[in-house]
């Protein structure tokens, strides 16, 4: 095997091993992860499209899995920002760590619902963006009011909340708690995503 084969052949492993950590998580929590297959490219690139990276100096990104959204973040943002990173399975937490180690980034094995203790203990200021896909239509209507009014109360006056979901059913509770929300649909996805950009 030549030196161009066996990176082909690394990169394949790894994209399995990646497969496999996903799907089997899913397998034990299928409504805290909502898919069994991670974002695709398309509405990775869609949503953080919205970013202005140049600007920005705290960003957020709920529910993380295997860094789907965390690789392009770190690839894209200022080298003086700060992403912080929540997610509640202790098998993504150690993955993300030992996948990516990026100075700029810190991670937290906590809930989204947790966002505001977490930026006070770490005194981070206002967040410019928050990036989330937790499966909100499975959580109890509490634990949703409560994470998205968390959201709003940490994001800064010009700061956006940038959310994917698999059904609309979230956009009443949106409306609830945001004073303006934008939708769009990308097709391109395992399951097709309803992608919503949210100002407090
Ligand atoms: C659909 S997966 C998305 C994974 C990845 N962001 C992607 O787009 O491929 C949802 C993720 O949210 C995490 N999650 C669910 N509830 C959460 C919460 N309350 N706080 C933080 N993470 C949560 C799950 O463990 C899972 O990693």
Same mark, same amino acid.
């Given at each position: 095997?030549?030196?161009?084969?066996?990176?082909?052949?690394?990169?394949?492993?790894?994209?399995?091993?990646?497969?496999?950590?996903?799907?089997?998580?899913?397998?034990?929590?299928?409504?805290?992860?909502?898919?069994?297959?991670?974002?695709?490219?398309?509405?990775?690139?869609?949503?953080?499209?919205?970013?202005?990276?140049?600007?920005?100096?705290?960003?957020?990104?709920?529910?993380?899995?295997?860094?789907?959204?965390?690789?392009?973040?770190? &690839?894209?943002?200022?080298? *003086? $920002?700060?992403?912080? #990173?929540?997610?509640?399975?202790?098998? !993504?937490?150690? =993955?993300?760590?030992?996948?990516?180690?990026?100075?700029?980034?810190?991670?937290?094995?906590?809930?989204?619902?947790?966002?505001?203790?977490?930026?006070?203990?770490?005194?981070?200021?206002?967040?410019?963006?928050?990036?989330?896909?937790?499966?909100?239509?499975?959580?109890?209507?509490?634990? &949703?009011?409560?994470?998205? *009014? $968390?959201?709003?109360? #940490?994001?800064?006056?010009?700061?956006? !909340?940038?959310? =994917?979901?698999?059904?609309?059913?979230?956009?009443?509770?949106?409306?609830?708690?945001?004073?303006?929300?934008?939708?769009?649909?990308?097709?391109?996805?395992?399951?097709?995503?309803?992608?919503?950009?949210?100002?407090?």
């Amino acid at each position: 095997m030549d030196e161009h084969q066996q990176t082909a052949s690394n990169t394949q492993q790894s994209r399995r091993r990646q497969f496999t950590l996903f799907a089997s998580n899913f397998l034990k929590h299928p409504k805290m992860l909502g898919s069994i297959i991670p974002s695709s490219p398309f509405l990775v690139r869609r949503m953080l499209s919205h970013v202005d990276w140049e600007r920005t100096r705290v960003l957020v990104e709920y529910g993380p899995g295997i860094g789907t959204f965390t690789k392009e973040i770190l &690839r894209q943002m200022h080298p *003086d $920002a700060v992403l912080l #990173v929540l997610e509640t399975n202790k098998d !993504f937490v150690d =993955y993300i760590n030992g996948a990516f180690s990026d100075p700029r980034m810190q991670v937290v094995h906590g809930s989204a619902a947790d966002i505001q203790q977490v930026l006070n203990e770490r005194e981070l200021g206002a967040v410019d963006y928050v990036v989330a896909g937790i499966p909100f239509s499975t959580l109890p209507d509490v634990a &949703r009011e409560n994470i998205l *009014d $968390a959201t709003r109360q #940490v994001i800064s006056p010009d700061g956006t !909340f940038l959310l =994917y979901q698999f059904s609309p059913n979230i956009l009443p509770s949106l409306h609830k708690t945001f004073s303006q929300v934008t939708r769009e649909f990308e097709p391109m996805n395992f399951l097709p995503a309803h992608f919503y950009r949210c100002r407090p």
